[in-house]
């Protein structure tokens, strides 16, 4: 029942006429203001504070926990109650993405000039004599040259010594000679075992 119908309801009851209520409602609304200004005033009124209301955050799934606990995070790092694999996803990709962005910026603050590397071209021989068109990207121990992977396994054939360097080549061998090393070779691995 709204205050107006109540108003009327006792103006009936008791047979009074409109000015009767009409000071009735002004005496009301006085009291009204003179209520609300005391409790202004008043320190002895506790003020409720208002209380925000705690949500309690889970994962949705035993795997969707499992994936984030794989992937370091945690249920801090969101805003929702239940926290699905997918929005796991969505924060790793950002997180990730993030990082990497970072990384770049403080890898050219750190280097803002680029050193060139001078690529040489591989020293190496093809099957058809001519020379070897890739780059050399490796330089094996021992070698004053730079050969692509497939050369750089058998860098010693394509490499031009000083003869000071060049071991004496037998061109006459004695059958006998061989002979008896290939046997002592065969001996001395029988041996081993």
Known sequence: MSLEAKFETFKTKHELDDSAIAELLSIFNESF??????LLKSTDVPIQKQTKTVTTKKWATKIAAEYANENEVTLDDFDKEKITKKDIDEFVKIRTSESHTKLKTDKQKKDPVKKETVKEKCKGITKNGEPCSRSGTEK??????????????DWKNYEISSDSELEEEEIFKDPVKETEKKYKNESDEAADY
């Not at 094996?140 to 396994?153: I, L």
């Open 140 to 153: 094996p121990e021992g070698s004053s040259n730079c050969f692509c992977f497939r050369h750089a396994m």
């Open 33 to 38: 203001v003179e209520l609300a200004h005391k």
